[in-house]
């Protein structure tokens, strides 16, 4: 396993903070540290720049008996390009009016602000999610809606993207929104390098169902619906349909579907859509091929089809994609 080094961020790199506080487990804050405050030898790219804040400078504990102390305070937090609340001691609880202060001036600013799990109910409080698409853990959903009525509670995706303002579902739902900015930032490439050293899925999209009532069983069951999945990777380009999937897997249809939907959380098209996808922003990238030679390559059957499903997922266009991440390269 190679070594883990704190990053080394390049000059002007994009500052990420992350905010601690007292009682929290070290998984919540850890998220982000992983993602933005380390890097390691595989991936060649200078990093982010990130601080750990808290709202005072006494140390907090944290889970299991530890304590962290850090020297920044709500300044740092608020001054980052990237602001990041990964959860709140109490979601019935008021925010403080510090942290309100801090969350309005970065916004305001221009900062782009992210929540992770009950993270939410702090932007909520800071009045930033009225009138947008805001997702949260799933138990909390309702109480969100409750006490946030101008909120659009969605409990069902992992994350949404709403441009300067994120919001993702339960902890583990961090790591797939941590991914989806260094994809913006600097694309899927490294992302996907990220995603191999944390040794998780690179592309699970926002859209995806948080939460699966019913787990897929163990063998015999996941084995051949894994194994469908691979054939489908090597065979984007071709038209899929889950006849051919429930042939490679073994299976009839019908029991193919209700066992993918089980296994994944989604349906075959959406999964096959989000496949795409990724494979044309590793295109979109990398070479200067026509966003229609794209489409075809992705297996999407028109470009107006691709452009649909890319704006949907992204929130851009691939032409804006491919601008935008060249010149964030160059910049």
């Not at 990093?47 to 962290?68: F, H, M, N, Q, S």
């Not at 008021?94 to 702090?122: D, K, M, N, W, Y």
């Not at 939907?261 to 990238?285: C, F, H, N, S, Y």
């Amino acid at each position: 396993m190679p070594l883990v080094t704190e990053g080394v961020p390049r000059e002007g790199a994009p500052t990420v903070s992350v905010l601690a506080y007292d009682g929290m487990t070290a998984f919540e804050a850890g998220i982000v540290i992983e993602v933005f405050g380390l890097v390691w030898p595989d991936i060649d790219q200078p990093w982010y720049e990130l601080k750990v804040c808290t709202e005072t400078p006494d140390p907090i504990r944290v889970l299991g008996g530890a304590t962290l102390s850090t020297p920044h305070g709500l300044d740092a937090f608020a001054a980052a390009d990237t602001v990041v609340v990964p959860s709140v001691a109490d979601p019935t609880a008021p925010t403080s009016a510090q942290l309100i202060e801090a969350l309005r001036g970065a916004h305001a600013r221009g900062a782009r602000i992210v929540s992770i799990c009950s993270g939410a109910f702090a932007l909520a409080a800071a009045g930033l999610l009225d009138g947008r698409r805001a997702t949260t853990h799933w138990r909390y959903a309702d109480l969100l809606r409750e006490r946030f009525p101008a909120v659009d509670v969605d409990p069902e995706p992992l994350y949404t993207d709403e441009g300067d303002v994120l919001t993702s579902a339960g902890c583990a739902a961090g790591l797939d929104l941590a991914l989806h900015l260094v994809r913006k930032d600097l694309g899927a490439a490294v992302a996907n390098a990220v995603a191999r050293r944390l040794v998780i899925q690179p592309y699970r999209s926002g859209g995806q169902a948080q939460y699966i009532e019913a787990p897929m069983p163990p063998d015999p069951v996941d084995a051949p619906v894994a194994r469908s999945l691979g054939w489908a990777l090597e065979h984007l380009a071709e038209p899929i349909g889950v006849p051919d999937l429930a042939r490679e897997a073994g299976l009839s249809p019908r029991t193919y579907l209700r066992h993918f939907v089980k296994a994944t959380g989604t349906t075959p098209a959406k999964w096959l859509i989000a496949q795409r996808i990724q494979a044309a922003l590793a295109m979109l990238e990398s070479g200067d091929a026509p966003v229609e030679e794209i489409a075809l390559a992705a297996g999407f059957a028109t470009p107006v089809t691709f452009r649909h499903h890319f704006a949907k997922s992204l929130r851009t266009s691939p032409s804006a994609y491919r601008r935008a991440f060249r010149e964030g390269r160059t910049g």
